[in-house]
């Protein structure tokens, strides 16, 4: 299958680095390959680097697109309301924000925000405020980039998460969910809020906790923070990581609106892939982050020293490209039409030198049914006067000596006869044992003949085919 783009996600997930390839055509983002590198802190970096380009490798997917998640626990997030008034000035007004929560030189942070609107008040600006300690992305940024990696694009897990579950849409975004990405030991809680991020939350789970009493505990929680409004209600719980299907089954007695998020995403999925779709969930949003023109929360923390500015000009060999994929198309679909065209000529062409032949044909045709009408027309009188012969010569055998035949016709199958004889009454008897009769009936009366003084007979009688 052809692809047009490829998006990576690389998650850090605990001990446990995740890389997910969602790759779009025309039909749409298919979730293409996967790989999990089990505690990538303690391998060997130069065998782990030979791994990750291996699987690169084989299954033929480009590094150009990377988009790289920081667990929840390594970044801090701050909702701001501005007056409206600074929206000219935003970003001096964000950095000065910022500079606010830097206590030391030491403690420099990389940022990135985006505005969101979910209050619906024009007078205030509602920003989501998101930030990295400098020297920790750092670390990761020189980590991947010992395994041969290098982002072009950083941000939240929980970010991306969020953005594969909205993705483009529109019916999601005035409503309420709750999104919770679920490990082996921890759980981390998103509320959105007539689509904004309005809540995040990670939590770590003791092995003998019930999900369903740490899910209800941050419920409570999330609601308390977000406080909804008397006319909004929660729409659903979705829930994603490796752990969801087992909270999904404990919490479906408490909570019936809960599903699994690879129920609730609008992407195709290769068939090997369908097992590791929860897990994958956080690392396939920041491939669908990278792939999208405009997902719901574009926050790059990478700084900007470090992110790839393209220029006008590099999208020139894709217009280019598109351009010459639309002739084609285009002087294919000439061209058919034009065959088309030959083709319907040549038929009227030949269609107009049978036709003379075919009226001769037709012709013929007319004759013969004519000819086969008065051949049959003659068999059936041939075979009528064979008839007639025939049962003649019968009527001749059964008859006794003394009976003499006036009247003989024949028509449509029936036979009258009428005659003198000395016994009629015991004719028809004798006419009934002949194999050409049946149906013999007397029609009218015997009486004596004043002449011959012998009785006058009339019958009538089917002729047997």
């Not at 390839?21 to 790989?35: A, M, P």
């Not at 030391?104 to 990135?112: C, Q």
């Not at 994929?325 to 030949?350: C, F, H, P, S, W």
């Not at 009339?458 to 085919?465: D, I, K, Q, V």
Request: proline fraction near 3%.
């Amino acid at each position: 299958m052809i692809y047009l783009k490829t998006g990576i996600g690389i998650e850090l997930r605990g001990e446990d680095l995740l890389i997910s390839s969602l790759q779009s055509n025309f039909s749409g983002n298919v979730f293409t390959h996967f790989k999990r590198f089990a505690d990538y802190r303690l391998r060997d970096k130069e065998e782990l680097r030979r791994e990750i380009a291996l699987f690169f490798k084989s299954h033929g997917l480009s590094k150009e697109n990377i988009v790289l998640g920081i667990p929840r626990k390594d970044i801090i997030m701050r909702y701001l309301d501005l007056p409206a008034e600074v929206l000219d000035n935003l970003k001096q007004v964000i950095r000065y924000q910022v500079q606010s929560y830097e206590p030391t030189d030491e403690d420099r942070f990389y940022y990135d925000y985006a505005l969101l609107d979910s209050n619906g008040n024009r007078k205030k600006l509602a920003i989501l405020l998101v930030m990295v300690k400098k020297s920790l992305l750092d670390s990761y940024l020189q980590l991947l980039l010992a395994l041969g990696l290098r982002p072009t694009f950083v941000t939240g897990s929980s970010l991306a998460l969020s953005n594969l579950f909205l993705g483009n849409r529109k019916d999601l975004r005035d409503k309420n969910f709750i999104l919770a990405d679920l490990s082996y030991s921890s759980m981390e809680l998103l509320a959105l809020r007539r689509g904004a991020f309005a809540y995040s939350r990670e939590v770590s789970k003791e092995s003998s906790r019930r999900w369903a009493d740490l899910t209800l505990r941050e419920l409570n929680e999330a609601a308390s923070k977000i406080r909804l409004g008397p006319e909004e209600t929660l729409e659903k719980i979705v829930l994603a990581g490796e752990s969801a299907h087992n909270a999904c089954a404990e919490l479906a007695a408490v909570i019936p609106d809960c599903e699994l998020i690879q129920n609730a995403m609008d992407l195709k999925i290769a068939g090997q892939n369908k097992l590791h779709v929860q897990e994958a969930a956080s690392s396939l949003g920041l491939a669908y982050t990278g792939l999208a023109r405009r997902p719901p929360f574009r926050v790059n923390l990478l700084p900007d020293e470090l992110r790839s500015h393209q220029t006008r000009w590099a999208y020139v060999p894709a217009a280019i490209l598109g351009l010459a994929v639309l002739a084609l198309a285009a002087a294919l679909g000439i061209q058919r039409t034009y065959q088309n065209q030959i083709l319907i000529r040549k038929l009227d062409q030949e269609i107009q030198s049978l036709k003379g032949p075919v009226e001769r044909v037709q012709s013929l045709r007319s004759q013969a049914e004519a000819m086969e009408k008065r051949v049959g027309a003659f068999e059936d009188r041939m075979r009528n006067k064979d008839l007639n012969l025939e049962v003649l010569r019968e009527l001749t055998t059964v008859l006794p000596p003394d009976t003499y035949l006036m009247t003989y016709t024949y028509r449509e199958g029936n036979i009258q006869i009428a005659g003198v004889s000395a016994s009629a009454p015991n004719l028809i008897a004798l006419l009934e044992k002949s194999p050409l009769l049946k149906d013999v009936t007397q029609k009218g009366g015997i009486f004596k003949d004043p002449q011959t003084g012998k009785d006058r007979f009339s019958f009538e009688a089917r002729l047997e085919r």
